[in-house]
């Protein structure tokens, strides 16, 4: 059974640091993009940043040089540092994986096989 479980969320203020992880079991990933997107009360779920089986990233523009996306293929895990909060930062965050796709990032939620819980961050002003 594949489960992604994400850890580190919560609340902090604005301009503040969080940095989320997720682990990954039941199957290595090390192939496989994997990513994180995020949903705000009333919005679509949107990719935050991936990365790809071989590393390269991509960061939405709005998180372009706030966020980082890093991968450790040997613990299988996906972290997502966050610096410089604002805010429209405030939402739930999804871990995901792509078990089809080595190089493509797809910025379309239907286009990745699994998914984490959530969990929530908060950025207060």
């Known amino acids: 059974q594949v489960q992604l479980v994400e850890s580190g969320g919560g609340l902090v203020q604005a301009g503040g640091s969080l940095r989320l992880s997720c682990a990954a079991s039941?199957?290595?990933?090390?192939?496989?993009?994997m990513g994180w997107f995020r949903q705000a009360p009333g919005k679509e779920r949107e990719l935050v940043a991936g990365?790809?089986?071989?590393?390269?990233?991509f960061y939405a523009d709005s998180v372009k040089g706030r966020f980082t996306i890093s991968r450790d293929n040997a613990k299988n895990t996906v972290a997502l540092q966050m610096n410089s909060l604002k805010p429209e930062d405030t939402a739930v965050y999804y871990c995901?994986?792509?078990?089809?796709?080595?190089?493509?990032?797809?910025?379309?939620?239907?286009?990745?096989?699994?998914w984490g819980q959530g969990t929530q961050v908060t950025v207060s002003s």
């Open positions: 995901a994986a792509d078990r089809s796709s080595y190089y493509f990032i797809s910025n379309l939620p239907e286009n990745w096989d699994y």
């Open positions: 039941g199957r290595s990933f090390s192939g496989s993009a």
């Open positions: 990365v790809s089986g071989n590393k390269r990233t």
